[in-house]
């Protein structure tokens, strides 16, 4: 006998079967609106309704989308050394995108993101072992707003070897991306057979396509890039006020949208995700914290891995403006759900006040609760070895373990020790300085800015990213000077 980890279970076989096959029928009767001509033409090639934007898909192509996508791909790191291996049951965790504000780590403030903040983030990324892949947490508010991603990427390539989830505005952004991918991977054959970045593409809800989302997923499925399709819906919002209303939206989207992808090039290997957070009853916003949010995730993994698909998850967000009791609470309940249900890529990780601050102190707190319910998911090892009869029969009644050879040799193995939350005794604790569970945060993030030094880049390859860079602004300046002549 082994250990069995531990699982979770939200939706019987019955229910999945029934939410899904309700999602084909919402397809097939309700249909989706494409805003992509392109994503519109492969869907009636393939025996779709096309009525202007409104698109009725029928089951079959559903079905044959699901027999051509792959069961699971590979995300490399930047030197093409390691992987992670994205497949239904795998759990990876990385930080979240494109948060307006980011507080700041030096003075704590909150403030608009701005260049670089991207590379603190990856540097952070690159010095927390749980996590895997990394995403930006800030939307720049003092470079060319199109061109956001591009600079995101770049300062995140360069600060970390760790794969990274990608977006992109439109198609000229996401190819300026590839071409910074390429340049670091050592040309375009390398990048293909060992991606470093999966696109992060999304789905509007209810239903909906938007037409640079899908031709930036399709350029993406065209070049070998793996696709990560996540969407809504807000439930109450933008779905039925029930679970169950927001599960179909999220399940009928996200097939319609790996179906424009099959098509475009089968095999082309895809994730798709759901944040079916609850509306809150107060201010009508998705509420990430809430018990409804890690419920409706885990039951996203259950229905994808019954589709036996990737997934992309979500977890280490609160609705806290700060490290605090709430975070804590928040940000444990929403791992252990996604570790639970074998919730795939899991984003989202550094996120404060609803998805609008990114915090690099959170992602230190994070890592340490990841690391707990990473000890928590090995389970409990039952086997002669570890139930130790015979050390058991030698102590014997009233005796003592801690000075026993087997005991030192596992006490490290089988009890978990943290590195950020305090087991001391009052007295030690007070000695030791006293400090909150924030203060150590940001005491272990200063640590690592000023002591981590991710493996540099080549200076022609730094020179290449600049040029990249300058050539995209170039690229916009004349865009709008076409779009508005002078005089």
């Known amino acids: 006998m082994t250990n069995r980890p531990p699982q979770l279970k939200v939706l019987s076989e019955e ?51 699901l027999k051509t996508a792959p069961r699971s791909f590979k995300l490399w790191d930047r030197n093409g050394q390691s992987y992670l291996d994205v497949a239904p049951n795998t759990v990876y965790f990385g930080s979240g ?38 995403m930006s947490l800030g939307l720049y508010s003092d470079v060319t707003p199109v061109l956001s991603p591009v600079y995101e990427f770049a300062d995140m390539i360069v600060n970390s070897t760790k794969p990274i989830a990608a977006w992109a505005n439109d198609d000229a952004t996401l190819r300026a991306v590839y071409e910074i991918a390429k340049v ?143 975070t804590g609470a928040e940000v444990m309940s929403q791992i252990i759900f996604s570790a639970l249900s074998g919730a795939g890529l899991v984003h989202d990780v550094g996120f404060l006040d609803c998805a609008d601050i990114g915090s690099l102190e959170l992602l230190i707190l994070a890592n340490e609760i990841i690391d707990y319910v990473k000890r928590m998911m090995r389970g409990i090892e039952v086997s002669p070895e570890t139930i130790m009869l015979d050390l058991i029969e030698k102590i014997g009644p009233g005796g003592q373990f801690l000075a026993e050879r087997e005991t030192a040799s596992l006490c490290r193995q089988e009890i978990w020790m943290p590195k950020v939350f305090d087991r001391n005794p009052y007295a030690a604790w007070q000695e030791m300085g006293g400090k909150s569970t924030a203060e150590i ?41 076409e779009r508005f002549p002078p005089g």
């Open 15 to 65: 229910q999945k079967a029934e939410l899904y096959k309700t999602a084909l029928t919402i397809l097939s009767r309700v249909g989706v609106n494409v805003y992509n001509p392109e994503g519109r033409q492969l869907l009636a090639e393939a025996g779709a309704s096309v009525d202007g934007k409104r698109v009725l898909i029928p089951a079959a192509i559903i079905e044959n989308a």
């Open 97 to 134: 995108p494109t948060c307006t504000y980011f507080s700041d780590p030096v003075t704590g403030e909150r403030r608009p993101a701005r260049r670089g903040d991207a590379g603190l983030t990856a540097k952070v990324c690159d010095a927390l072992p749980n996590l895997d892949f990394i």
């Open 184 to 326: 670091v991977a050592g040309g375009a054959d390398n990048l293909r057979q060992k991606p470093s970045f999966v696109h992060f593409a999304t789905y509007q809800s209810p239903l909906q396509h938007k037409d640079e989302s899908v031709g930036t997923m399709l350029w993406a499925a065209e070049h070998d890039i793996p696709v990560a399709l996540l969407g809504g819906p807000t439930v109450g919002l933008e779905s039925p006020i029930t679970s169950a209303g927001g599960l179909v939206l999220f399940l009928a989207a996200a097939l319609s949208g790996l179906a424009m992808i099959q098509l475009k090039k089968p095999g082309a290997p895809i994730a798709i995700g759901g944040v079916p957070a609850a509306m809150d009853l107060r201010t009508v916003r998705p509420s990430y914290g809430s018990p409804e949010m890690s419920l409706n995730t885990a039951a996203c993994s259950e229905l994808t891995r019954y589709l036996n698909l990737p997934f992309m998850g979500t977890a280490g967000a609160t609705e806290s403006k700060r490290i605090d009791a709430q």
């Open 441 to 481: 945060t940001q005491e272990k993030l200063q640590d690592i800015l000023s002591q981590h030094h991710p493996p540099e880049l080549a200076q022609s390859a730094l020179n290449q990213i600049e040029m990249i860079l300058k050539s995209e602004e170039d690229r916009v300046q004349r865009v709008e000077i």
